[in-house]
């Protein structure tokens, strides 16, 4: 059963749009959320998290949304630019004692058209 | 500057040869993580460890077996590779807490089991 679902496989925009990337999740424990970027043959690399008693948070061109009633996390990118282009992972946890896993979901590639 | 490495960005094995993967971070983290890559899984965590010595199966822990007698070193051993498990192989790791930590990961090793 998956926890964390990334339904769009692929996304493309072009350079200077707005690129908005969808994440739903099932398990209401899930109190924190994270968005990873990878290129091709690199590792993930963190880029912007948000916690459950948020609906908002911003880094620069960044900027991820929490809908908790919904159960749904989106990452908004504007502009976006040709080095955005990607892979994007959306991952959640549990807090708490014991609680060491992020869940992750199957990604989204990102291509962004110049 | 935060580290994770990977012993080796790209291995070929044949199959059954048994097949060490080896990841050293320098960030004094408890936790360690092997997850693999495939296009379309996403990212699958195959086994972690919480502290020197100990350690706990993942969501595909068959085939791997892990070795931590470091803190700072996460060794992932194919017993006998085959060539499904040929992947692309992930390391990463956090610091303990109650959970919403960010993993920070190495660059990746890139396996092939002909």
Known sequence: DQQVKQNSPSLSVQEGRISILNCDYTNSMFDYFLWYKKYPAEGPTFLISISSIKDKNEDGRFTVFLNKSAKHLSLHIVPSQPGDSAVYFCA???SGAGSYQLTFGKG????VIP | DVKVT????YLVKRTGEKVFLECVQDMDHENMFWYRQDPGLGLRLIYFSYDVKMKEKG?????YSVSREKKERFSLILESASTNQTSMYLCASSFASRGGEKLFFGSGTQLSVL
């Open chain 1, 92 to 94: 959640a946890s549990v």
């Open chain 2, 6 to 9: 990977q012993s080796s960005r």
């Open chain 2, 59 to 63: 969501d595909i822990p068959e085939g």
């Open chain 1, 108 to 111: 989204t590639k990102l291509s």
